[in-house]
Every structure is written in C-alpha cells, then in structure tokens.
C-alpha cells in the first residue's frame, strides 16, 4: 500500500512526486493485497531516466514473494543476454535467494537443509535467467524511500488494484 495514508499512486504521479535514488537500472517489485490474495507485479527498465521497457502482471490467488518472483522474471526474460545493468529489487529475500542461496541449493538437487524451498518452480527459472545474464547484477534497494524508479515499479504492481 502506499505509504503514509496516500491513495495508491499511478506510474505518473510517482514521476510527478518523486526524483532520488539510481536513474538507471530495471526495478522490480511484487504486491499482494492479503498474503495469499490478489496480486500483482511490476517492472521497469530505465538509462539516465529514460524508460526503455516496462511490464506488469497479476494474478488473482497468489503470495507477495511470489509476485517478487515473477517480476524478476518478467525483467530478466525481456533483457538481452548481453545486458551490463544492475537489476534492484526491495525483496531482500529475491535476491538473497538468487545471489546467495539457489547456487547450493541446485549443486544439492534443488534442496536446502532446512525443509523445501518455496516457490521453487520461479526460483529456478529466476535463477536460470540470472545464469543467463552474467553481467547483469542483483542488488536489493530498500522499499518506500522515494527512489523514484523502486516507486515506480510499485506503481505497476499495484495497478491490479485500480483495475474497476
């Protein structure tokens, strides 16, 4: 939800209201209205803040890491294999998970010690995308701090919601 009372915003109010952080990059983000519940995912591919490509998605029954999940994705399908871009995602635990975690986890047969891995079916198609990208690195960035394109991308996560 946006933060501090506000109504949520759309993708043009947040290049209205909003100017920090990096300019460029894709951002990614993922919402979930209930977790699980409706949902929704967002990404944007921008160069000295200019948007070069940009997506969303929904999905009516679905987990938040999910939708974190899937726009990673979605950012990572549309990228060239020789993409050099950083790729900043407010899901520390996305991008733990594919620049920490999924190494292990597949040289172990896509197991981890404690239990199952969540959503493994997106985690190992993110981490075969990331693999197919070696030079585009994963980088959190935190949520809600103004970082116009994190906002952004938030703004197309959300746009489920203002659907009538």
Request: net charge neutral; aromatic share 10%.
């Amino acid at each position: 939800m946006a933060r501090g009372g506000d109504p949520f915003l759309s993708p043009d109010e947040v290049l209205a209201r909003f100017s920090g952080g990096p300019t460029s990059g894709v951002f990614t983000d993922g919402s979930c209205e209930g977790n699980p519940g409706p949902g929704g995912f967002g990404w944007v591919w921008v160069e000295d803040n200019e948007i070069l490509d940009r997506g969303h998605g929904s999905d009516p029954a679905t987990t938040n890491n999910r939708m974190e999940l899937a726009a990673l994705i979605a950012a990572l399908e549309r990228l060239p294999e020789d993409a050099e871009l950083t790729i900043y995602s407010d899901s520390r635990l996305c991008v733990d998970t594919l620049t920490k975690w999924a190494a292990g986890w597949k040289r172990r047969g896509w197991k981890r010690k404690g239990g199952p891995i969540a959503n493994l079916e997106l985690v190992q198609r993110a981490y075969a995308l990331s693999q197919a990208h070696p030079r585009v690195s994963i980088r959190w960035i935190k949520a809600h701090d103004g970082s116009r394109w994190n906002e952004y991308a938030d703004a197309l996560a959300t746009t489920y919601l203002r659907r009538g």
